[in-house]
């Protein structure tokens, strides 16, 4: 009897066992899975932040090439620009032998050519005849210019303007007259005569001439101001020549 009292109670204390058991393998299970969808996460969150920094570094890589190929392009940029300098000034000069050679061809041609022929007046025939063109007029004072000879070359200049004011070599000539006063350091009477040079002949080529020579001259006596007032007046006035080319390079050292 006694027993099968406490049967039922056994039961439910067997049943009590049971469930709990049931309940701690469900909390295991529920354990991994959790583990298992955390250790997802993370590799997920390690493979997005390795990307990341895979990005990253690609980008920075990228910053780091168009940085160098900046840099040479820079360098590039400022080599041709000192080339092409240096190629303005060789044409200038080869420019320059050209035109010198052109003039005495003139010259030695006008030294060979034949005396007019028809009357002339009684006592004018041998002057006539001995009178030299303006090609002859113009080599011949170059000539003394290069031998040192500015005050004879200033002459032969002068007589070329006044016998030939329409000579296609004028401003030219005008510009050497005012070279033999700068050879004599006469900068007030120079820089006149360069001054004149643009005031008659403003769409000479040598108008731009002259306002580089005296740019250079005003420079070179302390005159800073001045000069730059010439430079800038040169790409202002003549921004296709070549002397603007050289006054823009010099703008960006003369200072203010």
Do not use: W
Request: net charge positive; glycine share 8%; aromatic share 6%.
């Amino acid at each position: 009897m006694r027993g099968s009292r406490f049967a039922p109670f056994a039961a439910l204390v067997l049943a009590g066992c049971l469930a709990s058991k049931t309940d701690i393998a469900m909390l295991q299970t529920d354990l991994q899975t959790m583990r298992a969808e955390s250790a997802r996460g993370d590799s997920a969150r390690r493979a997005q932040a390795d990307q990341l920094l895979a990005q990253i570094t690609r980008a920075n890589d990228s910053v780091r090439a168009i940085s160098t190929r900046l840099a040479k392009l820079q360098g590039d940029v400022a080599n041709d620009h000192y080339q092409m300098s240096r190629e303005i000034i060789q044409l200038q000069e080869l420019s320059g032998q050209s035109t010198r050679r052109l003039q005495e061809l003139r010259g030695a041609l006008e030294e060979r050519a034949p005396a007019a022929t028809g009357p002339a007046a009684p006592g004018d025939s041998t002057t006539a005849a001995a009178a030299p063109g303006p090609g002859q007029l113009f080599q011949s004072s170059l000539d003394q210019l290069r031998r040192g000879s500015v005050g004879v070359a200033r002459g032969g200049f002068e007589e070329l303007l006044r016998t030939y004011p329409t000579y296609e070599d004028a401003p030219e000539a005008m510009v050497y007259i005012a070279e033999t006063y700068a050879a004599e350091r006469n900068q007030v009477a120079a820089d006149s005569v360069y001054g004149l040079v643009v005031q008659r002949y403003p769409r000479s080529p040598k108008a731009a001439t002259a306002l580089y020579k005296r740019a250079q001259m005003l420079r070179s006596a302390g005159q800073g101001a001045a000069a730059r007032a010439a430079l800038e007046r040169i790409v202002r006035e003549y921004p296709r020549s070549d002397e603007a080319a050289l006054a823009r390079e010099q703008l960006r050292t003369l200072g203010r």
